[in-house]
Every structure is written in structure tokens, then in C-alpha cells.
């Protein structure tokens, strides 16, 4: 394998396997054992640190302890428990490598002997009490702050600060010039955090990552790494990288079913690979649909899900793996003998796991972006002769791929997202193909509104939004904070009666007509009222210059899905009495810290957060909420 590159161990070859060796696989037992084994037949030239992994309470919420309970007994997991507590924490290198699972601590005069000092204990405790508690547990946990773009810039307070992941530190270059100095150490390399081309130097070359798992949880395309160390170069490493066929692996070995053994991995790769690339899936696969029936052939669907997805699977043979979610396939009852895929069909198999009532007002949102910009580039009279100059055959009708073709013309800034929602929208029953009279149709009614929209917008903007403050208060004081079309009219005229700015024009049945069509628009439980959110929801395309392709908490969730191991750890480390449940204030201080520590823009605001906690309560009185409903709302299905 890629993790034995430079050749099986022997007296001049020798391996340091850094920790975690059970995790999130199926085959944690196998991989234990093949190490174990290889330290039995090599005592000499093998050695293995310790992890954040090899601990009862990892074991347990990443189920390791059920599979080995699972597969043998609860016995054989004792003595594997006990293993465990006896490897080490950290290895030296020749005196001048340093090598620890996590990282180093918040202790800029930690020395070897502090480390040595340690080696007796057995568990690392989860809620450190003395200074060498917290030493060890910072060795298995601990990040490296990124290094700041200007060498000179302010380094963290004191060195470190706190992790995201609720365990460990984050530490800066100065702690990690302050142990190499102290212990006459000329690199630290460590592991604990994915790297896309599997290894990379952090502060000023004085540390390295290495991690050694290809294609890390199923769901990402990063490779693995080696650090190879020659007695004749050290401390400087020779790194290689590697990505591990798992496919092509176990076929060779024999197995008779090598797809099903890695069925739950690679689905859920393929799941939000075809949900990130939909757009470009959709445009890609139509193009190939010119006789407008809604299908392709297999082979050229495989196609553009390697060219799309960058996954370089076996596409054919997946196609049974990732068909249709509801019903039969049409065209044949035999999955062998299926030669057309319906290509949207398949493409809308996937969504994202959050609430219907969310999915729905970001489609809605999407949808009024593309709207809005398309409008805002050119007139509906030119969008229709665009569409029409595309119609070669005369037919009325367009391939996906033809009408993106027309509004990326005309509107190059359409985000892919609401792109993606436009060209559905367009053709609401699925045929494969939008009627380009319908789109004319759609648009000028948009676009005959725009006045009272603007109208809307300039009264809800003035006086630094105070009247927007105004309306959310009476929204607030409504029964049960929901008010109906005659409400909403009568409130939105008083605001409009008391505006100091001279362009905005006085309320009339226009003026009524919009705000109908807002509730409308909006009221997912067709009750004929509508909250405060979802008021501000529909509004939300008023901006004059929208980028977000996708609202709050929407966009939330797809920060929740891109850091979803780090949540996770952080979460777990939050919930310290293990209820699963989690308040509004500890929901929002594990976001801001995950914004501060991934520098993620723009920033998540305050209003985004509470809307999805909200959103996840079951009743509006609730004050907490289950943190594994986070995460799970923001997968793909």
C-alpha cells in the first residue's frame, strides 16, 4: 500500500506509526492487528505513539468498542484498552525529530522531562486537574495556529489559545521555536488533522503535519502521506504522497463484492460531490440531450460524473448504487440492462438533510436571485430574443444547457446555485426542457412588479432600518408572532405615511397587491399568515446587489457540512454530562470560534445562527436543542 512506500521494516527501515489507528473505518480491528503484528515480527523496527483515539471514550462514540465487542468479545477489547494505555505519548528521532500524535501545549517551557514525567499515565483524563494532565492531553489534541501572511504580524496572546475542537490548544510558531530552542529539537512533526496533499510545513519550517489516511471519512479526495527520514539528511524529511484505490484493492485481493465493502463511504462522497457540481452535472448532461427527452445514455452519464465530480469511480458499475430514490427505474425493471439515465431525476436525488420548510425558502431564494440579476442585466424583451436566437429547430423549446447558455450572457454573475434552481423552476414537470414562452411569461410578471418592490425596500432601509425594527417588533407582539395579508397591509401603510424621503411614493392597491403576493409567496403552511423570518426571507431579494447565492441558516448548514468533524469533536467536548443537548449560548460560542479559527467569510452573523437553532426546536417555547440535529440537517442525502 501507498503507507508502506519505502518497503516492509527491517533493521535499516524503520517505522513510527504516530497514533490512530482506530477510527471512523470498517476495519479498525484488521489495521490493529497489522500493526501489532508487524511490531511482534519487528520489535526493533516498529514503534507506535499514542493517539486522541486510543482512549475508552473515542472508542466508544466511534464505535470501535462495537465492533471488536461485535466481532469477538468484551474480554478481547479489555486487553486491547490495555494496550493502549501503554504506548507512549511522544518518540524522538535521533535526539533532533520530535514526533507526537496532536501537538505541543501552552507550555512555552515544556521540556522532554515534562513529557517523560507523564509516561505513567494510563488514561488521558478528559477534564485535566494538574499541569501534567493537561500536558498530556494537549499532546494528543492540539493544532498549530496558521501561520500569519506577514511574519511579523501579532503572534496569539501568550502563544496559544483555545482549540475549536473543545480539547488541546491551538499554539503559534513562538511556542514551537521556544521548544525546539529548550530541547535542542530542529523539527516537530505531528498528525490529528487532515492535509489535502497528505503533509505540510507550518512555522517557519520548524513543523510538520503527516497524515497518513487517503480519502479521510469516506468523503474527501485528499491523499495520504509518508515522512521518510535518511540519517544522512535529518531533520529534513523526504515526503511522499499516496491515494490509496480501495476498488481496485480489494479486486485484487479477491474479494467478490468490492463494492459493497465500501458501499457507505463512497455513497456519501458521491452524494455531496453530485450536490456541490449539480449545476454544471445539470447544463453538462442536457447538452447531450437533444431529442428534449429528459434521458442520456448510461455511458455518457458516466462521463460527466468524472469529468464534474473529479471521483475517479466506476461509474457504471455504481449506476445501481446511486439510481433513483423513489420508485422503479424507468425504462427497464433490470438494472443490467439500463442503457438511459433520466438525469434529473438523478440529480434531485440529492438535497441537503435540513427541514422541508428551509429547503423550500432557499430554493425560493435562489430562485429570486437569478431572477433579480437577470432582470437587472437586461429587459425581458431581450431575454426572450436570446432564448429564441437558440432555438434552431424552431420548437419553443430549450435544452437546460441552451437556456444557461442564454442568461450566462446576459448575466454573468448568477451564482451556480440559483442557476441551478432557475432552470428547474422553468420546468416545473420535469421534461427535460423549458418552454421558452413560460420564461417570458414569468419574468415580465417579476419585472412588472419591481417598482412596488423597490418601493418596499426604500421604506423598510430608512432611518437606519428602524422601520424594519418597527415591523419586526409587530410582528413579535402578533399571536403567536404571525400575521395575516390585512395586518401586514394596514402596518407596512402607517410606516409607509411617516417615511421623510421624498422619492417614496404613497401606498396605494399596488402597493397592497405585493404585499399579497409576499404572503403568498412565502406562507409554507398556506394558513395566510406568515413570521417575522419569513417576511424577512421574501424581502431578502431587495438588495440592491446580492451575493448570497444561499440565505440563512442555509448557508449555515453548508459552513455545519464543511466542518463537520470539527463540530463534531467540539460539540462532544461541549456536552461534558453527555445529554446531547445544547443552549443557545454554547450553540452560538462553538460557531463564532469555529469563524474565528477557519477565518471563514463572509462572517456568520448572529441572526444565522439563531434562525437554524430555532429552526431545529420542536416547539416555539424550547430553549435547547439536540447538537446532533446540526449536523444532521446539514448532510446530503
Known amino acids: 500500500t501507498g503507507l508502506l512506500k519505502p518497503g516492509m521494516p527491517s533493521d535499516t527501515n524503520c517505522y513510527l506509526f504516530n497514533g490512530d489507528f482506530v477510527y471512523r473505518g470498517h476495519y479498525g480491528i484488521e489495521v490493529l492487528l497489522l500493526i501489532y503484528s508487524m511490531r511482534q515480527v519487528w520489535p526493533k ?3 507506535l505513539n499514542r493517539g486522541n483515539h486510543e482512549h475508552p471514550s473515542m472508542n466508544k462514540r466511534y464505535k470501535f468498542e462495537a465492533q471488536v465487542t461485535h466481532s469477538y468479545d468484551r474480554k478481547l477489547y479489555s486487553i486491547i484498552s490495555q494496550t493502549f494505555a501503554l504506548l507512549p505519548f511522544a518518540a524522538l528521532i535521533d535526539e533532533r525529530v520530535f514526533v507526537v500524535h496532536g501537538g505541543l501545549t501552552e507550555f512555552s517551557d515544556l521540556t522532554l522531562k515534562d513529557i517523560e514525567d507523564v509516561v505513567d499515565l494510563k488514561e488521558v483524563p478528559i477534564h485535566p486537574r494538574d499541569k501534567g494532565e493537561r500536558i498530556a492531553k494537549q499532546l494528543m489534541w492540539s493544532d498549530p495556529a496558521n501561520d500569519p501572511k506577514d511574519p511579523n504580524a501579532a503572534r496569539l496572546p501568550n502563544g496559544f489559545k483555545a482549540n475549536p475542537r473543545g480539547a488541546g490548544v491551538l499554539w503559534d510558531s513562538t511556542i514551537t521555536a521556544a521548544f525546539c530552542e529548550k530541547n535542542n529539537v530542529e523539527l516537530v512533526v505531528r498528525s490529528h488533522q487532515m492535509m489535502h496533499t497528505g503533509y505540510k510545513f507550518h512555522h517557519q519550517q520548524k513543523l510538520l503535519t503527516v497524515f497518513s489516511a487517503s480519502s479521510y471519512c469516506g468523503k474527501n479526495d485528499n491523499q495520504g502521506a509518508v515522512a521518510i527520514f535518511e540519517k544522512a539528511t535529518l531533520p529534513k524529511p523526504q515526503c511522499a504522497s499516496f491515494h490509496a484505490d480501495v476498488i481496485e484493492a480489494l479486486e485484487k485481493a479477491g474479494s467478490k463484492r468490492p463494492l459493497e465493502k465500501i458501499v457507505s463511504d463512497v455513497l456519501r462522497k458521491i452524494a455531496e460531490a453530485v450536490y456541490d457540481h449539480r449545476c454544471d452535472l445539470l447544463i453538462d448532461m442536457s447538452s447531450h440531450d437533444t431529442s428534449l427527452t429528459g434521458e442520456i445514455p448510461l455511458t455518457v452519464w458516466a462521463t460527466s460524473m468524472k469529468q464534474h465530480t473529479s471521483l475517479s469511480l466506476k461509474w457504471k458499475e455504481l449506476w445501481p448504487h446511486v439510481r433513483y430514490k423513489d420508485g422503479p427505474i424507468p425504462v427497464s425493471s433490470s438494472l443490467a440492462s439500463v442503457t438511459r439515465i433520466n438525469y434529473r431525476k438523478f440529480i434531485e436525488r440529492y438535497s441537503m438533510r435540513a427541514i422541508p420548510k428551509l ?13 433579480k440579476t437577470l432582470l437587472e442585466a ?3 424583451e431581450v431575454v426572450g430574443s436570446m432564448m429564441r436566437a437558440l432555438d434552431e429547430k424552431q420548437t419553443g423549446r430549450l435544452t437546460y444547457a441552451d437556456a444557461a447558455i442564454a442568461v450566462r450572457r446576459l448575466a454573468k454573475t448568477i451564482p451556480r446555485d440559483a442557476m441551478f434552481e432557475f432552470l ?5 414537470r420535469k421534461f427535460g426542457f423549458v418552454h421558452i414562452n413560460s420564461i417570458i411569461a414569468e419574468l415580465d410578471l417579476l419585472q412588472s412588479h419591481q417598482q412596488e418592490f423597490q418601493w418596499l425596500w426604500d421604506i423598510l432601509s430608512e432611518d437606519d432600518g428602524l422601520r424594519k425594527r418597527k415591523l419586526r417588533e409587530f410582528f413579535d407582539g402578533a399571536s403567536g408572532k404571525r400575521l395575516d395579508t390585512a395586518s401586514l397591509c394596514t402596518f407596512v401603510q402607517a410606516l409607509s405615511t411617516g417615511t421623510s424621503t421624498s422619492f417614496v411614493k404613497p401606498y396605494d392597491d399596488s402597493k397592497a397587491q405585493l404585499i399579497r403576493l409576499i ?4 406562507d409554507m403552511d398556506d394558513d395566510g399568515k406568515i413570521s417575522w423570518q419569513e417576511f424577512k426571507q421574501a424581502t431578502r431579494m431587495l438588495a440592491p446587489s446580492p451575493h448570497v447565492a444561499i440565505p440563512p441558516p442555509a448557508r449555515l448548514l453548508r459552513v455545519v457540512r464543511d466542518h463537520y468533524d470539527d463540530l463534531y469533536v467540539t460539540f462532544v467536548s461541549t456536552d461534558e454530562e453527555g445529554t446531547g443537548v445544547i443552549e443557545m449560548d454554547e450553540f452560538k460560542s462553538v460557531l463564532k470560534t469555529l469563524v474565528e479559527v477557519k477565518k471563514i467569510d463572509p462572517i456568520i452573523e448572529d441572526d444565522e445562527m439563531e434562525a437554524l437553532f430555532y429552526y431545529l426546536c420542536t416547539s416555539p417555547t424550547q430553549q435547547s436543542i439536540m447538537w446532533r440535529d446540526v449536523l444532521n440537517a446539514a448532510s446530503i442525502i
Not at 425558502?361 to 429570486?368: L, P
Not at 428547474?424 to 416545473?428: A, G, K, N
Not at 404572503?519 to 412565502?522: A, I, L, R, T
Open 45 to 47: 523496527s516498529v514503534f
Open 359 to 371: 429547503w423550500k425558502r432557499q430554493r425560493r431564494h435562489s430562485i429570486a436571485i437569478a431572477v
Open 378 to 380: 437586461a429587459k425581458v
Open 424 to 428: 428547474c423552476e422553468m420546468d416545473p
Open 519 to 522: 404572503v403568498h409567496q412565502v
